[in-house]
């Protein structure tokens, strides 16, 4: 399995709303990372998971608030969101933080997320 | 200040044509360099990773290549076809934030039938 899956592929949520992405890699990675990409834009990035401890908070709003389960599983918990987070919410797994630059990422397809 | 810049922002081909993508960085201390393609409204696909030690890699109708002197790296497609439109992003890594990779603006490529 070479893939990271993103589910759902897509949400609507409103502002009271409380929602969660979720992210899935079978490939033995040890790194995942959440983005946000607004359109025509390149990645920024959100958070950085090393060996399930967040090791990287781009200060993102605390509306948004990330946890790793366990080394194959990244969710993304989503609160009180305003409209201008809607975009599309990428996830990305590397072997691990170091080797990410040696072996690449991978991303998901994502999740394209609408706030109403 | 942009530290990867990809130009240009937008190219627009007749199919069959060979075309050069464009990634140049300003930070000396990028070394790693990924190439990824994004289709409208979806996820980042890995084309081609070019590491320091190595100048260039080849992956059927593409290349990439790496010069870190010049601070450039660029991407060939050969025998252009339509489906590879697509926004095009090149990202780098700098020695000392491995989890933080860097990436272009992009390029939108049309390749017209």
């Known amino acids: 399995d070479t893939e990271v899956t993103q589910t759902p592929k897509h949400l609507v949520m409103g502002m009271t709303n409380k929602k969660s992405l979720k992210c899935e890699q079978h490939?033995?990675?040890?790194?995942m990372y959440w983005y946000k990409q607004k359109a025509k834009k390149p990645p920024e990035l959100m958070f950085v998971?090393?060996?399930?401890?967040?090791?990287i908070n781009e200060s993102v709003p605390s509306r948004f608030s990330p946890e790793c389960p366990n080394s194959s599983l990244l969710n993304l918990h989503l609160h009180a969101l305003q409209p201008e987070d809607s975009a599309l919410y990428l996830c990305?797994?590397?072997?691990?933080?170091?080797?990410?630059?040696?072996?690449?990422?991978?991303f998901g397809s994502g999740t394209r997320l609408t706030v109403v | 200040k942009q530290e990867v810049t990809q130009i240009p922002a937008a190219l627009s081909v007749p199919e069959g044509e060979n075309l050069v993508l464009n990634c140049s960085f300003t930070?000396?201390?990028?070394?790693?360099l990924q190439w990824f393609r994004q289709d409208p409204g979806k996820g980042l696909t890995s084309l081609l990773l070019?590491?320091?030690?190595?100048r260039e890699q080849t992956s059927g109708r593409l290349n990439a290549s790496l010069d870190k002197s010049s601070g450039r790296s660029t991407l060939y497609i050969a025998a252009s076809q339509p489906g590879d439109s697509a926004t095009y992003l090149c990202?780098?890594?700098?020695?000392?934030?491995?989890?933080?990779?860097?990436f272009g603006s992009g390029t939108r490529l049309s390749i017209r039938p």
């Open positions: 990202a780098g890594w700098r020695y000392s934030s491995a989890s933080k990779i860097i």
């Open positions: 490939m033995g990675h040890r790194a």
């Open positions: 990305a797994s590397s072997q691990d933080g170091g080797a990410g630059r040696d072996y690449g990422y991978t």
């Open positions: 070019i590491q320091s030690s190595q």
């Open positions: 998971y090393s060996y399930e401890k967040l090791s």
């Open positions: 930070d000396s201390a990028i070394y790693n």
